[in-house]
Nanobody
Framework: QVQLVESGGGLAQAGDSLRLSCAAS????????MAWFRQAPGKEREFVAA???????YYADSVKGRFTISRANAENTVYLQIHSLKPEDSAVYYC?????????????????WGQGTQVTVSS
């Protein structure tokens, strides 16, 4: 059974930085595409960033230049480094894993999800 556990969220002020972590209990972690999505109240879950098994990265336009996704296969962990936080970044951030599929930015290609970690940014 695959489990994804996010951590690192919390309260922040605009301009601050945060690092989110996602620990994955999946034997084939190194073969999985990993991603972060987020969902703000009243909005649909949206793609934020992804990293493939070959370390190719993808970002939503709204976060390019501020967010960095990385992975540590030896630790079965994926990270999301966030700089220059904005109030509009406030959301629940979800980690996701895709053990198949070919569309790293597509929500429906992800098989497993974490419970999410809340990020709240005040102005």
């Amino acid at each position: 059974q695959v489990q994804l556990v996010e951590s690192g969220g919390g309260l922040a002020q605009a301009g601050d930085s945060l690092r989110l972590s996602c620990a994955a209990s999946v034997r084939t972690f190194s073969s999985a595409s990993m991603a972060w999505f987020r969902q703000a109240p009243g909005k649909e879950r949206e793609f934020v960033a992804a990293i493939t098994r070959t370390f190719v990265t993808y970002y939503a336009d709204s976060v390019k230049g501020r967010f960095t996704i990385s992975r540590a296969n030896a630790e079965n962990t994926v990270y999301l480094q966030i700089h220059s936080l904005k109030p509009e970044d406030s959301a629940v951030y979800y980690c996701a894993a895709a053990l198949g599929g070919s569309r790293p930015t597509t929500l429906s290609d992800y098989n497993y999800w974490g419970q999410g970690t809340q990020v709240t940014v005040s102005s």
